[in-house]
């Protein structure tokens, strides 16, 4: 059965950081793709970074454009997401996805139950 568990959420203060993580178990993504959505209350998920197999990586710009970096473990099986220069804006519920690779939802096979992020301004 494959997992995908979150971790690092939390309370922050505007301007602050998050190292959110992502460890999948149950089999490995070494040859696609995870990336992270988040969900704001009141709205759609949304995505916000992934990355490929190869190292490739796509943001959503116009939101998290140089304050965001997504990385991964060679093993292929964790993905993190560092996120700088917080916003209150940024409050959401962050999800892990695997095993596609892309901006829609539609494209992964997997995905975590969130973690929460809260920016105080």
């Known amino acids: 059965q494959v997992q995908l568990a979150e971790s690092g959420g939390g309370l922050v203060q505007a301007g602050g950081s998050l190292r959110l993580s992502c460890a999948a178990s149950?089999?490995?993504?070494?040859?696609?793709?995870m990336g992270w959505f988040r969900q704001a209350p009141g709205q759609e998920r949304q995505f916000v970074a992934a990355i490929f197999w190869s190292g490739s990586t796509i943001y959503d710009e116009a939101s998290v454009k140089g304050r965001f970096t997504i990385s991964r473990d060679n093993v292929g099986n964790t993905v993190y997401l560092q996120m700088n220069s917080l916003k209150p804006e940024d409050t959401a519920v962050y999800y892990c996805?695997?095993?596609?690779?892309?901006?829609?939802?539609?494209?992964?096979?997997?995905w975590g139950q969130g973690t929460q992020v809260t920016v105080s301004s």
């Open positions: 996805a695997a095993g596609g690779f892309g901006t829609l939802e539609r494209l992964y096979g997997y």
């Open positions: 149950g089999r490995t993504f070494s040859s696609t793709g």
